[in-house]
C-alpha cells in the first residue's frame, strides 16, 4: 500500500521560510517523478512543483519560482519543498504527490497518488 506522509507545516509571519518533507512508501519512488500541489480555501487545487525521478529537471509554478526549491532523497524516499519569503497568498494544504511514470506534469489529474496534506498558513 503507497503512502505519502507529509510534515512541516505551520503558521509563519510573511517573509518567513518553511521546509516541508514528505515520506513515501510502498513502492520504489527512486524511479518515478514526485511533486507538490497547494488548495486554498474557495480555491482550486494547483500545482506548485515537481522534480524528476533523478532530481535533473524541475518544474515550478511561476508564482512560487525563486523562492522555493524542491529536491528529493530517494535513499531515503523522501521530497522536500523548501519555501522562502513566504507570502500570505501561499497559504493553502500543500500535497505531496507522485507519478506513474519518470516524468513529472503540470495537470492535477496527473499524479497517481496523493499525500494527506499539510496546513501552510502565512500572517501578514
Known amino acids: 500500500q503507497v503512502q505519502l506522509v507529509e510534515s512541516g507545516g505551520g503558521l509563519v509571519q510573511a517573509g518567513g521560510s518553511l521546509r516541508l518533507s514528505c515520506a513515501a512508501s510502498?513502492?520504489?519512488?527512486?524511479?518515478?517523478?514526485m511533486g507538490w500541489f497547494r488548495q486554498a480555501p474557495g480555491k482550486e487545487r494547483e500545482f506548485v512543483a515537481a522534480?524528476?525521478?533523478?532530481?535533473?529537471?524541475?518544474y515550478y509554478q511561476n508564482s512560487v519560482k525563486g523562492r522555493f526549491t524542491i529536491s528529493r532523497d530517494n535513499a531515503k524516499n523522501t521530497v522536500y519543498l523548501q519555501m522562502n519569503s513566504l507570502k500570505p497568498e501561499d497559504t493553502a494544504v500543500y500535497y505531496c504527490?507522485?507519478?506513474?511514470?519518470?516524468?513529472?506534469?503540470?495537470?492535477?489529474?496527473?499524479?497517481?497518488?496523493w499525500g494527506q496534506g499539510t496546513q501552510v498558513t502565512v500572517s501578514s
Open positions: 510502498g513502492r520504489t519512488f527512486s524511479s518515478v517523478a
Open positions: 522534480i524528476s525521478w533523478s532530481g535533473s529537471i524541475k
Open positions: 504527490t507522485t507519478y506513474p511514470n519518470e516524468a513529472p506534469c503540470l495537470a492535477s489529474s496527473c499524479p497517481d497518488y
